[in-house]
């Protein structure tokens, strides 16, 4: 019983009414309604009505019928369920509770609950002692196969296999041209003109094994599906915490903006301040000696007029003749030079300009570079020729991180024995260093700030914090000399050697050898990449190929293409979000999409898009496709064609 009521909730109901359906019609597209809530549909989408056709509800896909010139009823009657529909309508439908709780079906139409004692397989009912002797003296029923119902048997009788046109004939042939199970009678009449007709015994068996491979493939779809479920559910969780990192970083970006422009504000409020002080100390200045000035004066107006009115000639000749024969100062104080005046000089037309044209950052879709839609357009390079550099750059591999929200792009530069890294912060480009003890050959990321690099012609693996400059944690002393070096695992390394070995050596994190894993035809490893999966790609420019296995060896795939196709220096290994492979090439100059079983998609990058010698290649969280060229490294986004 639980068993029919989900798939009477889950398959037998319609979604227009919610019921389970009455008299279900199913359309072209597979979807089922009941036949009065079709019609009603139809008559509300006078468009379909026009175009002769029948609208599924479901999926708009439209249904042609078969006599466009009759009535819209008719069009909808003449619909028929799918047999997989009526199969679960006889098995679960209403009218086979009785059945299945062993009820009269008969006796239950009139309210009553007599026990069943017998089951026909034609009319598909159970019926009492009573109303099996009624059935058996209608005339074309006494023929019909009846089966007793036994104590020890809970379910329902197998039915006949009947026609759907004849319903009181076997259906005992299968057409093939029509693929269609029929009667004698169908054969005779609707089948003449076909082919291929064999008996249903003989054809049950392929029909079966037909069915079986379908039902493979489905639960591969079924899987394929649930896989892709689930990574676009984790894709809209990354959607939505990107959006909202976006969001921080434009706020961020406004903070440093409107921290910029405080610092201009207090610049010009303190030049002001500065300005005003030294403007009000020269008035100061000034004010004082006029002040003296004034005193002076005072002292000879009165000591002058004493002398004037004293009694005493004497007195005034005596201080007529100090004065001599000049007369007392008379400056013009007017021809003094006018104090300074503190002004702003601003620009307001070039002020609002600037603030019209402030970007604090642009704001674009940026497509992966699985979508064949989308082409590679060259974004930014990276020149990595640096003060101080001995010789040319070499840069062999690249690697992105983001440090507190910084994005840092990290370069080993063989030629120098260095480490760079490259960044932007507060509107400013830096880069800085690291000196390694020898020449550097590829990166692994081992977590959001921490990488490690291969050094082989010492035998060292170093390991590196980027804060976002490097800053070196340890070095690692290894037994043999590696070159491809990948992250396992937080606590394991895979390294390969040069050395024929056809093996990569899984390390833990003081360089002692855990395991060996076999890679086939590759003998020098010249690049490693692990996949989201755990598996291991190696390439090799010996034997021109890219070899996938587990961690535990199995082979996954061999890729040697020949021909046009063929390679001819493997190197630079990279991953996509949804698994898809990227190879470089470094002597046809390409940069190669394959799937993850390694089957070739398309040359993402070629020598027409400016690229010569590919070593290194990564992708970083915003779908940016970074690969290193000589000195430089070539930063891609893509845009639809």
């Known amino acids: 019983m639980a068993t029919a009521k989900k798939l009477t909730e889950n398959h037998l109901t319609c979604v227009i009414c919610s019921e389970v359906f009455t008299d279900p019609a199913t359309l072209q597209c597979h979807h089922t309604f009941c036949k009065s809530c079709l019609l009603k549909y139809t008559y509300t989408q006078p ?9 599924c509800p479901s999926c708009r896909q439209l249904t042609s019928v078969t006599n466009p010139d009759s009535p819209v009823e008719e069009w909808v009657s003449q619909l028929k369920p799918s047999h997989v529909i009526q199969g679960l309508m006889d098995d679960f439908g209403p009218g086979t509770r009785a059945v299945e709780e062993h009820v009269c079906s008969v006796c239950t139409k009139q309210g009553k609950t007599t026990p069943a004692t017998s089951c026909c397989s034609v009319c598909d009912v159970v019926f009492c002692e009573g109303c099996l002797q009624m059935h058996n003296m209608m005339p074309g029923l006494s023929d019909h196969e009846v089966a007793h119902l036994s104590d020890h048997t809970k379910t ?43 008996t249903i015994e003989s054809t049950t068996p392929l029909v079966k094994e037909q069915l079986t491979s379908k039902i493979e493939r489905l639960r591969i779809n079924m899987t394929a599906t649930n896989n892709n479920i689930t990574w676009r559910k984790s894709t809209i969780q990354d959607v939505k915490s990107n959006s909202q990192t976006l969001k921080d970083q434009v706020i961020k970006t406004r903070e440093t903006v409107m921290r910029a422009i405080l610092r201009k504000e207090k610049q010009l409020l303190g030049d002001i301040d500065k300005a005003t002080d030294e403007q009000l100390h020269a008035l100061q200045a000034d004010l004082q000696s006029q002040e003296i000035e004034l005193q002076m004066y005072q002292q000879q107006y009165e000591f002058t007029a004493n002398a004037v009115t004293s009694d005493c000639e004497m007195d005034m000749y005596a201080v007529y003749e100090s004065m001599g024969e000049t007369s007392p100062d008379n400056r013009d104080t007017d021809n003094r030079p006018a104090a300074g005046r503190v002004v702003l000089t601003h620009d307001l037309d070039k002020l609002s300009k ?22 590679p357009v060259l974004h930014h390079t990276i020149d990595c020729k640096e003060d101080g550099d001995g010789k040319d750059p070499s840069v062999r591999d690249v690697t992105v991180l983001t440090v507190d929200g910084i994005k840092v ?102 360089g002692r050898i855990l395991r060996s894993i076999n890679t086939g035809v590759i003998g020098n490893q010249d690049h490693i990449h692990v996949t989201r999966n755990n598996n291991l790609i190696v390439s090799e420019r010996d034997v021109k190929s890219l070899v996938s296995v587990t961690s535990e060896g199995a082979a996954v795939f061999t890729y040697t293409p020949t021909g046009d196709r063929a390679l001819t220096y493997p190197w630079g290994i990279t991953t996509t979000s949804t698994g898809d492979i990227l190879l470089v090439d470094y002597g046809s100059h390409k940069v190669i999409q394959l799937t993850q079983s390694g089957q070739f998609v398309r040359d993402v990058l070629t020598r027409q898009d400016g690229l010569e010698h590919p070593v290194g290649v990564c992708l970083d969280g915003d779908g940016l496709l970074y690969v290193t060229s000589a000195r430089y490294v070539k930063v891609f986004k893509f845009c639809r064609r």
């Open 47 to 55: 468009e379909a009505v026009q175009a002769k056709s029948i609208p």
């Open 156 to 198: 329902k009788v197998k039915r006949r296999f009947m026609c759907q046109v004849h319903r009181d004939e076997k259906v005992k042939l299968f057409c093939k041209d029509c693929k269609q199970a029929i009667c004698t009678i169908c054969s005779s009449i609707r089948h003449r003109a076909c082919k291929d007709v064999d």
């Open 354 to 375: 600037a603030v019209d044209e402030l970007q604090l950052g642009e704001v674009q879709v940026v497509h992966d570079v699985c979508d064949t839609e989308f082409s």
């Open 409 to 510: 792009t990290v370069v080993a530069d063989y030629n120098n024995k260095i480490l760079k890294t490259y960044y932007t912060s507060n509107f400013k480009s830096f880069h800085n260093q690291l000196l390694l003890s020898n020449y550097p050959w590829q990166i692994a990321k081992l977590c959001k700030i921490q990488i490690a690099v291969s050094v082989p012609s010492r035998m060292e693996i170093v390991t590196v914090n980027v804060t976002p400059d490097p800053v070196l944690l340890s070095t690692i002393k290894t037994s043999k000399q590696y070159f491809a070096l990948a992250s396992l695992s937080p606590s394991q390394l895979a390294a390969g050697t040069d050395r024929q070995s056809h093996s990569v050596d899984i390390l833990d994190m003081t």
